[in-house]
């Protein structure tokens, strides 16, 4: 094995067993508070970073057994083996560490080479404004590993990327300023984790945690989320998934503003 693949397989290595400890992290922390918005959203933003490097280790290819497993770890599946709806998330961070198990030990078989993608590693990005200490790192890799796919050209998996940071900065912060007062600005009743994603967008808005950036988010984006499993309708064009990543900028500044 020529030096170049093994200090790659060494990088994946290494980010395999940080995403297995943050999955670890985000299931314990479910378990103590199943119901808390930003955890929930984390774990979205946790999913699509396992998701791209799911992706860069099937060589980009859906029909790679480690792909499949990716896929199948969202499904909850009745006693004859038929698919239902989506499993509960801490079900999901089970499943998937099991598949980030399964990736570890084929990056460590020595008679089948993995198939890798790589691009060269952006600069991270600093969200010491988060208040959930927990959702930091999480959403600094996945703003690293956005950029990463982007650049590779899969657009598809890097607007999902943005969405998901994006989903867990508005609701943290929507946590952060607290249920009377987003209650006194007109916000529907029920749990921040409970509200679609484009109502988390409109009441940030409204009770002036961000701007008006928003209205620039494409609609394949708005959607992300009933998408996961069936894909967009239309594939996701490089300025959909350009336009998604200025707009989580744009948010990362109003919810900084002294950056």
């Known amino acids: 094995m020529n030096e170049s693949l093994r200090a790659q397989i060494d990088t994946y290595l290494s980010r395999l067993n940080d995403l297995k400890g943050r999955g670890r992290q985000l299931g314990d922390a479910l378990a103590r508070d199943p119901s808390n918005g930003s955890l929930i959203a984390a774990t979205r933003a946790w999913q699509e970073q396992c998701g791209i490097t799911i992706n860069q280790l099937s060589g980009g290819s859906k029909a790679h057994w480690l792909a499949r497993k990716f896929s199948e770890?969202?499904?909850?599946?009745?006693e004859m083996g038929e698919a239902l709806e989506g499993a509960l998330p801490e079900e999901i961070i089970a499943r998937l560490l099991l598949v980030l198990e399964q990736a570890v030990v084929s990056l460590s078989r020595k008679d089948e080479p993995p198939v890798l993608s790589r691009s060269a590693e952006a600069a991270p990005r600093r969200f010491d404004f988060v208040h959930n200490v927990d959702l930091r790192s999480i959403v600094e890799q996945a703003y690293t590993d956005s950029r990463r796919v982007f650049e590779e050209g899969n657009y598809e998996l890097a607007m999902r990327t943005s969405c998901g940071i994006l989903e867990a900065l508005v609701t943290d912060a929507l946590e952060h300023r607290g249920p009377n007062e987003l209650a006194r600005s007109g916000a529907p009743a029920g749990k921040i984790a409970?509200?679609?994603?484009?109502?988390?967008?409109?009441v940030a808005e409204k009770v002036g945690l961000i701007r008006g950036g928003c209205a620039r988010l494409p609609a394949v984006a708005r959607k992300y989320r009933d998408n996961r499993e069936s894909g967009p309708e239309t594939p996701v064009s490089e300025r959909d998934a350009r336009l998604t990543g200025q707009v989580l900028n744009v948010v990362m500044r109003d919810l900084n503003p002294g950056r």
């Open 194 to 202: 409970d509200w679609p994603f484009e109502t988390r967008l409109a």
């Open 73 to 78: 770890a969202f499904l909850l599946r009745s």
